[in-house]
C-alpha cells in the first residue's frame, strides 16, 4: 500500500497525533509553514489562535483553551478555578486559564488563551498534579483534593465561599478522601483554615 508523504499529508497527520499544532512543530521537521497555510486556504486546517492550529474535522471539546494553554505553556499547571471547572466541581466558569508555574520561571507572552498565573515551587509544583489528554494535547491538572486546598490558599484572590462550596461538592460526592484533604492542607500551609471544616465533616 502507498502513503502519501507529501509535506501537506505529514501536516495533517502531525495535527490529529498532535491534536492542536504549531508552527514550531513544522520546522523543526523541515516543513516550510506555506504548506499550512495552503491547507488553511483549502479548509482543511484551522487556526485556532495565535499561532495554533488543527485539523478541520477535529472534534474542539469543552476545555479546548485549556489544551491550547498547555500547549504553548507545557511546563504550566491547570489548577484553582480552572481545574474546579475541568473536574466539574462547583459553579466556577473562569474566562482565563488559572495556570501555576514554577516562581523563577518568566511569564508567558501570549495573547490568547488569556492566563492568570500563580506560582508554586517544591513539592507544592509536583504533588497533586496528574496528566490528562484533551484533544491529543497532554495537560497537567492538579486533582480535586489538591484543588480544594489551593482553593483555601488562595481565598483572598477566588473567595473563601468558591473553597468552601469546591470542599463540600468534593466531599458529597465522593471525588476525594478526607485523608488527601488533610494532606494537601499541610502542604499547601491552610491545615488551620480548613481544620474547622474538614473535622466538622468527618463528625
Given at each position: 500500500m502507498l502513503y502519501d508523504t507529501s509535506p501537506s499529508a505529514t501536516i495533517l497527520d502531525l495535527a490529529r497525533k498532535l491534536g492542536v499544532l504549531r508552527v514550531r512543530d513544522l520546522t523543526s521537521r523541515g516543513i516550510h509553514p506555506e504548506y499550512l497555510r495552503r491547507l488553511c486556504r483549502q479548509g482543511l486546517m484551522v487556526r485556532t489562535g495565535r499561532g495554533l492550529y488543527m485539523a478541520a474535522d477535529t472534534d474542539i471539546s469543552e476545555h479546548h483553551?485549556?489544551?491550547?494553554?498547555?500547549?504553548?505553556?507545557?511546563?504550566?499547571?491547570?489548577?484553582?478555578?480552572s481545574a474546579l471547572r475541568f473536574h466539574d466541581i462547583g459553579t466556577q466558569n473562569p474566562h482565563e486559564v488559572w495556570m501555576a508555574l514554577e516562581r523563577t520561571s518568566a511569564?508567558?507572552?501570549?495573547?490568547?488563551?488569556?492566563?492568570?498565573?500563580?506560582?508554586?515551587?517544591?513539592?507544592?509544583?509536583?504533588?497533586?498534579?496528574?496528566?490528562?489528554?484533551?484533544?491529543?494535547?497532554t495537560v497537567k491538572v492538579t486533582d480535586p483534593a489538591r484543588t480544594v486546598a489551593d482553593c483555601f490558599k488562595y481565598r483572598n484572590k477566588i473567595g473563601l465561599d468558591v473553597a468552601l462550596e469546591a470542599l463540600k461538592e468534593c466531599r458529597r460526592n465522593r471525588r476525594c478522601k478526607i485523608d488527601d484533604l488533610w494532606r494537601y492542607a499541610k502542604l499547601c500551609r491552610v491545615a488551620n483554615i480548613m481544620r474547622p471544616y474538614l473535622e466538622a465533616m468527618s463528625a
Open positions: 483553551t485549556l489544551a491550547q494553554a498547555a500547549k504553548l505553556v507545557p511546563h504550566g499547571i491547570v489548577c484553582l478555578l511569564r508567558p507572552r501570549i495573547e490568547y488563551p488569556s492566563l492568570r498565573i500563580v506560582r508554586f515551587s517544591g513539592r507544592a509544583l509536583t504533588e497533586g498534579v496528574k496528566e490528562h489528554v484533551i484533544e491529543g494535547v
